[in-house]
């Protein structure tokens, strides 16, 4: 199942330029938002599935996870959240669209809010992301005390494994094979 067995942290998988940009986008969508909140959330969480800007990471980084994993990716789909006050994350592990997944920080109030990935804690920076096997790990967040925090989360599968009917999520898609030769 290649290389990656459990998890692994990636420091600085957004880099400064990257994460100026999309804090900025992060923050001006969580101010206008009207409409999108997370719906596993009953607090004022934005919550954005499929937004174009994380969908443009989720296509760009797969060479580098692949190399990362060692495995053949397809993308199936990606998702944000602007996180407040008293939000939590239960322990869970991913439906099978979400065989390997990317948790990344990117922006925060300082304020550090750990994910755990097999009950073992993880503080990521802005920029830093996660890398690990969604569907087998369990993972979680307790009560977030802070204001905000910004995070993106990336999800593919195996190209030859069994969840692969999940590519694109099974939505019908914009023309991705015109876009990056999928």
Known sequence: MGKLKNFKILKNFLKQDEIDLISTYLKIKHRTNFHNFDPQIQNEDTYFYGDCLTESLLLNRKSFLEKETNITLLPTYSFWRMCTKYSTLAKHVDRDSCEIS?????????????????????????????LYRGCDIEHYREEFLGDYQGQIMLHYVDANGSRKENYMDKRRYWGLKAVNGL
């Open 102 to 130: 990317v948790s990344t920080t990117v922006c925060n109030d300082g304020t550090k809010w750990p994910l755990f990935v097999n009950n073992k804690k993880i503080i990521l920076n802005p920029g830093d992301a996660v």
